[in-house]
Every structure is written in C-alpha cells, then in structure tokens.
C-alpha cells in the first residue's frame, strides 16, 4: 500500500476518534483499534517484496534460512507487542501494556537462544 494511502487512514481515524471520544467513549476506542488493524494489515501485506529481497540476499550469503526465519519472527513480535501496548495505553491500562511488553521480550529472548548459542560456539572455534 501507498503511505500516503495509510496516513490517510491514520488522519481519517484520529478526527473520527477524537469527535467520538466526548461522546462515546467506548466505541471511540474501539475505532482506534480497527484503524490499528487496518493499518496493520496493510503495512503487512506490503512486506512481501522486503521478504523476498531479505531471502535472496540470505541466500546469496549462504546464511541459514532458519536464521533469517527466527530474525524475521523476532520482529513480528516486537512490532505486535508495541501495537498491542499502544492499544492498553489508549484504554488508559498502563500497567497492563507493561506486562505485554514485558511478555514479547521474553518471547523474544527464548526465540534467540538458538542463535546466541550458534554466535557463541562459532567464537569458541575461533579461538586457540
């Protein structure tokens, strides 16, 4: 999708939610929760041309796929995490937005181990 096409959408839904939140506060947020999604779908379906050039180069430096695939996982999670505590944040629930923070870096740290210990082993082999 086209950024101006999604900052159109961003723009659309913070007018819409700050008109509706005097009103009805509740359908206010949840407003701003679709436009999340919505906005969220469409930087996610315009990823597939980073993946594939993100593959190819992996390739082409004859790294493993299952690195790049773990990497690209770590990602996501960090980016759903932050929309996640966003949308705790927006509903006033700070300490509950901490709290999924704090699950994603945990998630994150267990989906690296595998490649911190291959980092690790390979330095071990390299030294005398």
């Given at each position: 999708?086209?950024v101006l096409q ?56 004859r790294v493993d ?64």
């Open positions: 999708m086209h999604m900052v159109g959408v961003g723009m659309v839904a913070t007018v819409l939610v700050a008109l509706l939140r005097p009103l009805v506060p509740g359908f206010a947020m949840l407003v701003g929760m679709l436009a999340g999604v919505v906005l969220l779908w469409m930087v996610v379906g315009g990823m597939e041309p980073v993946l594939a050039t993100l593959s190819a180069l992996a390739e082409a430096a796929h299952g690195f790049l695939t773990t990497v690209l996982k770590i990602i996501g999670i960090a980016y759903i995490v932050e929309f996640a505590a966003q949308v705790a944040r927006d509903a006033q629930e700070n300490a509950l937005a901490g709290k999924i923070e704090l699950a994603g870096k945990v998630g994150i740290a267990v989906l690296a181990i595998p490649i911190v210990t291959d980092v690790v082993q390979a330095l071990v082999h390299l030294l005398p």
